[in-house]
């Protein structure tokens, strides 16, 4: 695995990220990797273009959601064959907390954060109410989560890296005091998979899931995924029963058989192209270190948090002061903040809102360095200084912030 192999950072030569801008948002949608329009354009032209259905096979189309699992599982420490790839993370949420359900049937609560992302905690209400056993969904501060643990809770099911604030859990200690409870553990990794070292197979988590757009650059709707411990993808029951996760598709059995293997957790068609460009996307990975990425993510965020207290006293730090206890991202909550977000973007510096109050910036050493967050944070002090947030045209609520 080349996971340990030295990496000069940043690697900016990879990604086709416009001259005059500065993107502190790969958190949310990482940029388009050099290679994927290639990737992409070979892929519709040759392989769907010429291939046509034969692609499936010729082009190994249908192995794509294992063979890109095994890939991403190589960052977040999963061994092969314990990873596939698909749908959105809403839905691979879902069947792992199924899974997870099921295999504690006398349990009933779903013990969860108030820092989870919301679509979560959504999706665990709608499983709720379809299976109507009478489970709770019980939502905790993200500081108390331990003290919630007991032997009542079917599953803990928490996303490492909080999406607002950046604050991160302790996946080790975690999943530890779940197990001692005798529950199952499920962890999102939206925003740590690409972004911090993760060793799944250590912290011996039942389930883990993620999406790829994030700090993997796949693209927008890039698909999900979902790690299943490998003792149990032969035995776990998948709520969403597609026919890609039948033992034997390809025989139009009557009945459903789940496939003996982590391919049980695939449900339909995969999304061909969407996952050429993952593909190419992961290729940047095959020369990077993630402790790297790490080591310079916490000095590039500690930069950014000295800079903006510095000069703009009118933010407040939303997110925890000690490096190893955030993730990759960093926050600053500011009355007017979404304003002041709108006139940061229309100067070139892309970070995002999170109602109610937080301006959020993430820090992807893979295509920023020093000089990009002092020119960042000098654009934000002008717009501080001046009151340049202060305009109607910045108070328009546009439908994604
Ligand atoms: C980004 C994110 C999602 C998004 O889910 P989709 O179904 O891919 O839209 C879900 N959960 C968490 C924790 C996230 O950060």
């Not at 291939?51 to 499936?56: A, D």
Request: aromatic share 8%.
């Amino acid at each position: 695995m080349p996971i340990n192999s030295p990496t000069n950072l940043p690697r900016k030569d990879l990604f086709e990220i416009p001259s005059d801008i500065l993107y502190l948002d790969g958190n949310s949608l990482g940029p388009l990797p050099k290679g994927a329009s290639a990737r992409v354009a070979n892929m519709i032209q040759n392989e769907w273009g010429k291939s046509l259905i034969k692609g499936w096979n010729d082009a190994g189309w249908m192995n794509q959601p294992s063979a890109l699992g095994d890939i991403i599982g190589q960052l977040i420490g999963a061994p092969k064959g314990s990873i596939v790839v698909g749908d959105t993370l809403s839905i691979k949420v879902y069947q792992a907390l199924a899974a997870a359900l099921e295999l504690r049937p006398t349990r009933k609560i779903i013990l969860s954060d108030s820092g989870n992302f919301p679509t979560d905690l959504y999706m665990a209400q709608g499983l709720i109410h379809s299976l109507k056993q009478g489970h709770e969904l019980r939502v905790v501060d993200p500081l108390c989560v331990h003290d919630h643990i007991d032997e009542n809770v079917a599953a803990v099911m928490l996303t490492e890296v909080d999406y607002r604030s950046g604050r991160k859990h302790d996946m080790q200690t975690i999943t530890e005091m779940a197990h001692a409870k005798g529950a199952v553990m499920i962890w999102d990794l939206a925003h740590s998979a690409g972004a911090i070292p993760v060793d799944l197979a250590a912290s011996n988590c039942e389930f883990a899931v993620g999406c790829t757009y994030k700090y993997l650059n796949g693209g927008p709707g890039a698909p999900a995924f979902i790690y299943v411990r490998p003792d149990l993808s032969g035995a776990i029951k998948p709520a969403l029963s597609g026919w890609l996760g039948h033992d034997a598709p390809f025989a139009f059995e009557q009945g459903y058989r789940p496939a003996n293997s982590i391919e049980r957790m695939r449900v339909g068609t995969p999304p061909v192209i969407q996952m050429a460009a993952l593909e190419a996307a992961l290729i940047v990975w095959e020369d990077v270190s993630i402790i790297d990425i790490r080591e310079a993510s916490i000095s590039l965020s500690e930069r950014f948090i000295a800079l903006v207290e510095a000069h703009c006293p009118q933010l407040t730090l939303a997110s925890p002061r000690k490096p190893e206890e955030r993730g990759s991202q960093v926050s600053f909550a500011f009355e007017h903040g979404y304003a002041a977000m709108q006139a940061l973007i229309e100067r070139g510096v892309i970070g995002d809102f999170r109602a109610p109050n937080i301006m959020r910036f993430g820090f992807t050493p893979l295509y920023l360095d020093e000089a990009d967050i002092e020119a960042a944070v000098e654009i934000l002090k002008t717009i501080m200084d001046s009151k340049l947030w202060d305009n109607p045209k910045y108070q328009k609520t546009n439908r994604v912030t």
